[in-house]
């Protein structure tokens, strides 16, 4: 697919993306969006879902998926090389999630149009995304303790939140992605976060995501 056509398909995507309501259920999973699970030399990318239970956040069920990169490495359109191998680690669940956690950007995207945003509207599925890193945004630091958030702005936009998680820790970077607004998806954060850095949604699919691509490049190599 050509860098331009992938850029009118995220703008045009974008404005089905719906942020008003909140229609996350029970159950809560997260998208390991697959950035440290890549096999350059093998052209592989590992994607992981994990589904857990909201009220006591224990493993309810997880899903592997490995397959072929499928797009080049171009800042802003991430999404496109990793959304075939994480719908179908999510197709390889047994019930659809409540919420989709992507590790990774909703509308604090220069089209406002990333991974979680992407992933909502094709599946239908309430997603908020949750970055490690501000991407291009501006932001203040929030304060030191939990809880702590400002906003983070492309120029006079809120496109997302700089959260807290831990007392002292630095911060992430959550953004609305589809049928969630931004001050549920900060909730919902905070609640998946209760002792560490990340969400539980993503530091459980993080290892399996790797384990996945792991297993994935042994069994080629007993093979070849």
């Known amino acids: 697919m050509e860098e331009d056509a992938a850029t009118a398909r995220q703008k045009a995507a974008a404005v089905r993306s719906a942020l008003g309501g909140d229609r996350a259920g029970l159950l809560i999973a997260t998208v390991k969006g697959p950035v440290l699970a890549y096999d350059d030399v093998r052209g592989l990318v590992a994607a992981?879902?994990?589904v857990l239970d909201a009220a006591t956040l224990?493993?309810?069920e997880e899903a592997t998926a490995v397959g072929p990169v499928s797009f080049p490495y171009v800042p802003g359109f991430l999404a496109f090389r990793e959304l075939p191998a994480v719908l179908a680690a999510l197709a390889a669940l047994t019930a659809p999630p409540g919420l989709v956690v992507c590790?990774?950007?909703g509308v604090a995207h220069p089209r406002?149009?990333?991974?979680?945003?992407h992933l909502g509207v094709l599946t239908g599925l309430p997603a908020v995304g949750v970055a490690k890193n501000p991407f291009t945004f501006t932001y203040e630091p929030p304060g030191e303790r939990r809880g702590d958030q400002t906003p983070l702005t492309d120029g006079s936009e809120e496109v997302g939140r700089a959260l807290r998680t831990r007392t002292a820790v630095k911060p992430v970077y959550v953004s609305a992605g589809h049928g969630v607004p931004l001050d549920r998806a900060v909730a919902h954060t905070l609640h998946l976060a209760p002792a560490y850095r990340l969400p539980e949604t993503t530091r459980h699919a993080d290892a399996l995501c790797r384990a996945a691509?792991?297993?994935?490049v042994t069994g080629e190599a007993d093979q070849g």
């Open 48 to 50: 992981a879902a994990v």
């Open 58 to 60: 224990e493993v309810v």
């Open 103 to 105: 590790d990774g950007y």
């Open 112 to 117: 406002r149009f990333g991974l979680a945003s």
């Open 213 to 216: 691509l792991k297993a994935a």
